[in-house]
């Protein structure tokens, strides 16, 4: 198997107001990182302006950065379902952006996650974020969110490249649009 | 005011499974039928594929139909956690689509899109579809969930041309991308 660049994973961690992202190269097998952040939408904006800053914001992360594969993080339902809602609409006009670049999407649990970055299921977000730093030898700490896009984009280097869980965003095919 | 073309409405009822949509052109304060339709997910695709279809089918309608406002229905929030969840996800890929066309967005309740079709808002879906029938002198009935579509596009169009409960689909301003 030959490939002409290195496999570039954007993670993102959809949340209801705030969306964390992380890219990193897998080169060999070591994550190298390349850029972090958080897509932050303003509490009291109208739904449309929220989805359009999140769909709008990873269209441009992919245009700038060319990943080739990309990860998300599964969410629980909360015990609230309005943010119930809202975080399903978040997700949905994050994977949106995804799916209308053509980019594959494999989904991971938070258990997963913790248990790739740091080998228990039982980690909180400090622990998370360290050894983020530690894998991608940062000079600096990511914020929260930040953090935990960079983990589930490392979640998905470890996994094999990823050949588990893969949400088919390759193929969209099926469907069907029925005129009347 | 001057307008070059009719007020074209594409109209939204999404689900977790189908997402409903009806296109009218007010003419004059007459709705006029453009089509309808519904667009059905694959029950057991990955959710890349489903969300993926939702948005890609959206936005062929509009590059097909070139509506000019856009009217969404809201959403209950489902006794079960794991559909609300759903329906979020497709509910926020149908609004990408629209804001990533740059169509103002509008929100009606059920209540609303009930009072304005029917005249009352107990009216249960056969009265809707019924009188959206009679509304736009279709000589057949539409599937119920695109004659849901039909019918908050109808509400807007009633609603003053739906000046009331914009959701600010033209102005996505604001957010934050912070690298690092």
Redesign the interface.
């Known amino acids: 198997m030959t490939r002409t660049r290195p496999l570039r994973i954007l993670g993102i961690d959809p949340g209801s107001r705030t969306t964390g992202f992380g890219i990193i190269d897998l080169i060999g097998r070591e994550p190298v990182y390349i ?8 509490p009291n ?13 990873i ?2 992360l992919i245009d700038q950065y060319r990943p080739n594969q990309t990860a998300i993080e599964k ?1 629980f ?2 015990v609230n ?2 943010s ?10 994050a ?6 670049r053509d980019l ?2 494999y ?1 991971y649990t938070a258990l997963q996650v913790k248990q790739a970055v740091v080998g228990h299921g039982k980690a909180d977000k400090k622990q998370v974020q360290h050894m983020v730093v530690q894998m991608l030898k940062l000079s ?1 700490t ?2 929260a969110d ?1 953090a935990d896009g960079l983990a589930v984009a490392i979640t998905h280097a470890l996994h094999g490249q990823g050949l588990a869980n ?4 390759l ?10």
Chains 1, 2 share one sequence.
């Open positions: 850029t972090s952040g958080c897509i932050k939408t303003i904006d109208e739904l449309a302006g929220r989805i359009g800053i999140i769909v709008r914001h269209t441009e969410v339902v909360n379902p309005s119930t809602l809202m975080l399903g609409q978040s997700r949905g006009a994977i949106a952006a995804l799916v209308l594959p999407v989904e600096g990511p914020q930040a893969k949400l088919g965003g193929n969209i095919k099926g469907g069907r649009l029925q005129n009347k």
